[in-house]
């Protein structure tokens, strides 16, 4: 299979500038100045890439969205990778973080931005060192700064450090966090592309998106689009965690069996046991049963046809010790922890839901708390300004569907 994002990421000193441009890198930014900048554009549209931040919204087009008026134009790169089960960022960024930079510069040069932020979780303190002796290294190259690798285009690219909200992975939540507001989302449209940070056409990408730049342009668009299936191109990283023996961070193609890249690449499940559930793309996705994950493919299209979503591709497989009232009951916690506050169905809802959640999971429910479950997600799903209340949405409703015995089980009549 095809290495786009992680060639190098095993490679000892990859992190520095030196080894970075010995193996090629920043090549591609070189061949991205020689073009038109609309060129750069067309190019990403025709590689097919989509977001990789959970969307899926093809990049090339939300690029295109971007007006050309007199106001500045910003790039802001989405680091704050909060989503649980999604460790696959972090990696690109502690082992490789000029792939992102030159990425970025891409981006910005295409979109004619000569500022951009990259927004990192506040956990990931230690990252944004890392990054931030990255950047330094492509100052004093003079990569970065008054002269874009010598041609007549400036660019300062600057870490903000978030405080640990999940809610400022939200791109509206972002933006008024880095305008140093509370972290709020706002209400679309408009939408940042033509009201964003600073009231200024804004461009919002993740880290894996930006980190495939580099190849598309070196290698070409019509390459990337040859890889993965019909609507979904290129590779994708998976962050695996729970019951496999190799947990980690692996690049595949994208529609690449579930089934192979658990036993393969993930090593299988421990000790024999079988596969109860796996969650494909991070907790906020519908979970999916053994026999939903027969035959199923790792893309946007297969998983959505599989009652699931790819979302960010942080997966968690699960073996048949797991109690799906306990894996349900942590990951609503953590959504009434996250939840801002602003919109009443999901400060209620969420808060309701975990509750209720606890009190089965400690032998203390009703058989009718597992239909109060089903009507309060019914009652936050499509009703906020956000995604965050159907983030708890999807997991509730899938799990209490799928494995509902469980759940009534250990509730009294």
């Not at 095993?10 to 038109?36: N, V």
């Not at 025709?46 to 971007?66: D, E, H, M, N, Y």
């Not at 790169?77 to 992102?100: Q, V, W, Y």
């Not at 993965?228 to 190799?246: D, I, M, P, Y």
């Amino acid at each position: 299979m095809t290495k786009i994002l992680l060639t190098n990421i095993d490679k000892p000193d990859q992190a520095s500038i030196t080894k970075y441009r010995e193996r090629g890198g920043y090549k591609a930014l070189e061949k991205a100045l020689a073009m038109d900048p609309a060129t750069v554009i067309d190019e990403v549209k025709a590689s097919g890439l989509r977001g990789r931040g959970g969307a899926g919204f093809p990049t090339g087009i939300k690029w295109g969205f971007v007006p050309r008026t007199a106001k500045p134009t910003y790039l802001l790169c989405n680091a704050d990778e909060s989503e649980p089960g999604t460790f696959k960022d972090r990696i690109l960024m502690e082992r490789d973080p000029h792939l992102m930079i030159e990425g970025m510069a891409i981006a910005c040069y295409a979109l004619n931005s000569h500022l951009s932020y990259i927004y990192i979780r506040g956990e990931y303190e230690f990252v944004a060192n890392i990054v931030q002796k990255a950047l330094d290294e492509a100052y004093e190259a003079k990569i970065l700064g008054p002269s874009l690798l010598g041609k007549d285009y400036g660019l300062d690219i600057f870490i903000h450090l978030g405080q640990g909200a999940y809610i400022c992975g939200e791109e509206t939540s972002l933006i008024e966090s880095l305008e140093g507001n509370r972290g709020y989302p706002r209400i679309k449209p408009p939408f940042p592309a033509t009201h964003g940070f600073l009231a200024s056409p804004t461009v919002v990408n993740n880290v894996e998106t930006l980190a495939a730049l580099p190849w598309i342009i070196q290698n070409g668009a019509a390459a990337h689009a040859a890889i993965g299936t019909e609507k979904s191109k290129g590779t994708k990283l998976f962050s695996v965690s729970g019951h496999v023996n190799k947990p980690g961070v692996y690049e595949v193609d994208m529609g690449y069996p579930l089934l192979d890249f658990i036993n393969n690449e993930a090593g299988g499940i421990p000790n024999g046991r079988k596969l109860k559930a796996v969650i494909p793309g991070g907790s906020s996705v519908p979970v999916m049963t053994a026999a939903e994950c027969e035959g199923a493919l790792l893309d946007y299209e297969s998983l959505l046809k599989a009652g699931s979503m790819l979302g960010s591709g942080g997966m968690i497989v699960l073996d048949e010790t797991t109690s799906m009232p306990e894996t349900l009951s942590v990951i609503a916690d953590f959504y009434a922890h996250e939840s801002c506050g602003q919109c009443t169905p999901c400060r209620e809802g969420t808060g309701w839901a975990a509750k209720i959640l606890k009190n089965i999971v400690a032998g203390k429910g009703r058989r009718s708390d597992v239909d109060l479950l089903l009507k309060i997600a019914d009652r936050m799903e499509g009703k906020t300004i956000c995604p965050l209340a159907d983030a708890d949405v999807m997991p509730i409703r899938s799990f209490v569907t799928k494995f509902r015995s469980e759940f009534e089980a250990l509730c009294s009549s």
